[in-house]
């Protein structure tokens, strides 16, 4: 199994929404942060989203007020609820995961899920 399974990625006409959900493996324990990223063509990749353990968020302020993160503490789930989108939003989306155990820190990324608005 896939340490992170993206799902919510699809096309979308301006003005549009779309929620991203990425999930986990069951494997993982000690999550400290879930997140996205996205990366468009001939850009370099940026930070979305991200949200602690603690529940502390953070956000791009291209995407401050349109988006929201979420993630219900009995699952280890993250939400992206994508709101008012834009030609702009077109990217590939990447759920990120930090996890700390005995032995380390350590991360993971998804492999991406494709969001294409039209104007």
């Known amino acids: 199994q896939a340490e992170l399974v993206e799902s919510g990625g699809g096309l979308v006409q301006a003005g549009g929404s779309l929620r991203l959900s990425c999930t986990a493996s069951?494997?993982?324990?000690?999550?400290?942060?879930m997140g996205w990223y996205r990366q468009a063509p001939d850009k370099q990749r940026e930070l979305v989203a991200t949200?602690?353990?603690?529940?502390?968020?953070d956000y791009a302020t291209s995407v401050e007020g349109r988006f929201s993160i979420s993630k219900p503490i009995t699952e280890n789930t993250v939400y992206l609820q994508m709101n008012d989108l834009t030609p702009e939003d077109t990217a590939v989306y990447l759920c990120?995961?930090?996890?700390?155990?005995?032995?380390?820190?350590?991360?993971?990324w998804g492999h991406g899920t494709q969001v294409t608005v039209s104007s």
């Open positions: 990120h995961v930090e996890w700390d155990i005995r032995r380390g820190s350590f991360e993971s």
């Open positions: 949200i602690t353990a603690g529940g502390d968020t």
């Open positions: 069951k494997s993982i324990y000690g999550i400290k942060s």
